[in-house]
Each structure stands twice: as structure tokens, then as C-alpha cells.
């Protein structure tokens, strides 16, 4: 890894917005892990089923108000750690110094591939901290069918959630990572189009609380908000849903390059 890339890493990783990002996710584990996850006794309810960590970690129960915010606010937190960066960067023309160098495309591509990174860990990290502290109260025993706790029934390794449910959470951990990352990159071509970090930053949340409306107000039967659909509680239930989601991110990532390149 060149110099470049290891620049761009550390920026990312290291700056205000990365701590902010990382304190309100984790703000909002331990205010989970407060209100829902220590105030219960691991004992036998009443259909004899054990409780366990797949029931009460932050994605494995969808009835805590700590579940939905930060489902709702995902884009937000991928967004923080890098939505400054790169609109910086053109305000003081920064990349003239690796275009200069003639690093133009390897910087444009470094900044992509860091930005989406760096908006998955933003979300992920959360999540993990949140599984880790849950199964030091709970263990992880395979959930029960007669709990109800279990995702739609016809979502994506739906049968994987009793069988394996650990790699059912691995499964919907990595496609919340996909989805963090993707968008995260919304604030790369955003930043060409305002001076303001703060607007390139809640342009993903922008875009996301968008489709989240036109859920409530149209609910379509083909696809979802992926506030809904990227919470493990739920699951995808449709591959439109990440087909929709991938076109869009490749969309972005088009707009983003044509538009970097061109840019003088």
C-alpha cells in the first residue's frame, strides 16, 4: 500500500467526525444494552424457551426504540467519518498535489474505495460492540420458532437463522456493511455541488429518509426503505431491493469519477 492510500486511510480513520460517528452509535448500544438488555434476568419465560443473544443484541430484536434510530440514522453515521474530507479537499484544492505528481486517478480511486470503507466500519463497529456486550448477559443458544422474535419469513437465510443464526447475523452484517459503504460515497459527487461540508455529509440521510417516505406513503409491494430492509430483525426479503441498491451505488460511483476527472 503506497503512501496514497495509506494518507487517505489515516484521514479517514483519524478525524472528528470518525469519534462522532463511532460515540452517538455506541451512545445509542449502551442505551440499548441499559434499557433492554441488563434490566432482564436470563431465566425460563413462561413458553420454556431461553432467551439469547440472537433475541436481544441491537439487530436481533426490532421492538426497542434504540433498534429503529439507529437503523433510521445508518446513513448518518457512514456519512460523518468522510463527508468533510473531500469537499475540503476542493475547497482548498488539495488534490492538486497528487495531479501534479501525475497520482490523479490513483488518488480519485484511493478516496472512493477509503470513503466507502470507512462508512461501513462506521456502522459495523457499533453493531459488534453491541453482540459482544449482549452475549456476556445472554448465550448464544439457537433461537426457538415459538419465540417470535425471528425475521420475515421470507427473508434472505430466513432457514439460516435457526440452523446457523450466527452466520445469518455475519450475512446481514455484511450487507449492512455493503450498503454503509455505498452510502457513504453519496458525499464524493455531492461535494461538487455545495461549498458547505455539513450539506455533502446529510445528503446520504437525505437520500435515504426520501425513500424511507416513499415507503410510508406509497408502500410498494417490490420493494422497501432500507431502513427496513438492512435490519437484521427483518431481513431483505426481495433481491430487488439489493438489486435496486446496487444500481443506485453504481450510479453514484459514475457520476463521482466522470465528474472528478473533469474537474480542474
Given at each position: 500500500?503506497?503512501?496514497?492510500?495509506?494518507?487517505?486511510?489515516?484521514?479517514?480513520?483519524?478525524?472528528?467526525?470518525?469519534?462522532?460517528?463511532?460515540?452517538i452509535?455506541?451512545?445509542?448500544?449502551?442505551?440499548?444494552?441499559?434499557?433492554?438488555?441488563?434490566?432482564?434476568?436470563?431465566?425460563?419465560?413462561?413458553?420454556?424457551?431461553?432467551?439469547?443473544?440472537?433475541?436481544?443484541?441491537?439487530?436481533?430484536?426490532?421492538?426497542?426504540?434504540?433498534?429503529?434510530?439507529?437503523?433510521?440514522?445508518?446513513?448518518?453515521?457512514?456519512?460523518?467519518?468522510?463527508?468533510?474530507?473531500?469537499?475540503?479537499?476542493?475547497?482548498?484544492?488539495?488534490?492538486?498535489?497528487?495531479?501534479?505528481?501525475?497520482?490523479?486517478?490513483?488518488?480519485?480511486?484511493?478516496?472512493?474505495?477509503?470513503?466507502?470503507?470507512?462508512?461501513?466500519?462506521?456502522?459495523?463497529?457499533?453493531?459488534?460492540?453491541?453482540?459482544?456486550?449482549?452475549?456476556?448477559?445472554?448465550?448464544?443458544?439457537?433461537?426457538?420458532?415459538?419465540?417470535?422474535?425471528?425475521?420475515?419469513?421470507?427473508?434472505?437465510?430466513y432457514?439460516?437463522?435457526?440452523?446457523?443464526?450466527?452466520?445469518?447475523?455475519?450475512?446481514?452484517?455484511?450487507?449492512?456493511?455493503?450498503?454503509?459503504?455505498?452510502?457513504?460515497?453519496?458525499?464524493?459527487?455531492?461535494?461538487?455541488?455545495?461549498?458547505?461540508?455539513?450539506v455533502?455529509?446529510?445528503?446520504?440521510?437525505?437520500?435515504?429518509y426520501?425513500?424511507?417516505?416513499?415507503?410510508?406513503?406509497?408502500?410498494?409491494?417490490?420493494?422497501?426503505?432500507?431502513?427496513?430492509?438492512?435490519?437484521?430483525?427483518?431481513?431483505?426479503?426481495?433481491?430487488?431491493?439489493?438489486?435496486?441498491?446496487?444500481?443506485?451505488?453504481?450510479?453514484i460511483?459514475?457520476?463521482?469519477?466522470?465528474?472528478?476527472?473533469?474537474?480542474?
Amino acid at each position: 500500500m503506497n503512501s496514497v492510500w495509506k494518507n487517505e486511510f489515516r484521514r479517514a480513520f483519524c478525524n472528528k467526525g470518525m469519534l462522532l460517528s463511532l460515540a452517538i452509535g455506541i451512545g445509542i448500544v449502551i442505551w440499548h444494552q441499559i434499557t433492554f438488555v441488563w434490566p432482564i434476568s436470563m431465566i425460563i419465560d413462561d413458553f420454556n424457551c431461553m432467551e439469547s443473544l440472537y433475541y436481544r443484541w441491537l439487530g436481533g430484536n426490532g421492538y426497542p426504540i434504540q433498534n429503529y434510530v439507529f437503523f433510521m440514522i445508518l446513513p448518518l453515521l457512514s456519512a460523518l467519518p468522510v463527508g468533510a474530507i473531500y469537499c475540503k479537499d476542493l475547497k482548498s484544492q488539495y488534490y492538486i498535489h497528487f495531479y501534479l505528481r501525475g497520482q490523479k486517478r490513483q488518488y480519485l480511486l484511493a478516496r472512493y474505495v477509503v470513503t466507502f470503507v470507512v462508512g461501513g466500519f462506521s456502522v459495523i463497529i457499533p453493531l459488534i460492540i453491541s453482540i459482544i456486550l449482549t452475549a456476556m448477559k445472554f448465550p448464544a443458544i439457537k433461537p426457538e420458532l415459538i419465540m417470535s422474535y425471528e425475521p420475515n419469513i421470507s427473508a434472505v437465510g430466513y432457514s439460516l437463522f435457526f440452523s446457523h443464526p450466527f452466520l445469518y447475523v455475519m450475512l446481514m452484517l455484511f450487507i449492512i456493511f455493503i450498503f454503509a459503504g455505498g452510502f457513504a460515497t453519496i458525499v464524493l459527487p455531492s461535494s461538487f455541488y455545495t461549498q458547505y461540508a455539513i450539506v455533502a455529509s446529510i445528503t446520504p440521510f437525505a437520500l435515504y429518509y426520501f425513500l424511507y417516505s416513499l415507503d410510508c406513503i406509497f408502500l410498494p409491494v417490490s420493494w422497501r426503505a432500507p431502513n427496513s430492509f438492512l435490519n437484521p430483525a427483518t431481513g431483505v426479503c426481495m433481491a430487488n431491493e439489493l438489486i435496486l441498491g446496487a444500481i443506485v451505488f453504481l450510479i453514484i460511483g459514475v457520476i463521482y469519477f466522470r465528474k472528478a476527472i473533469r474537474y480542474e
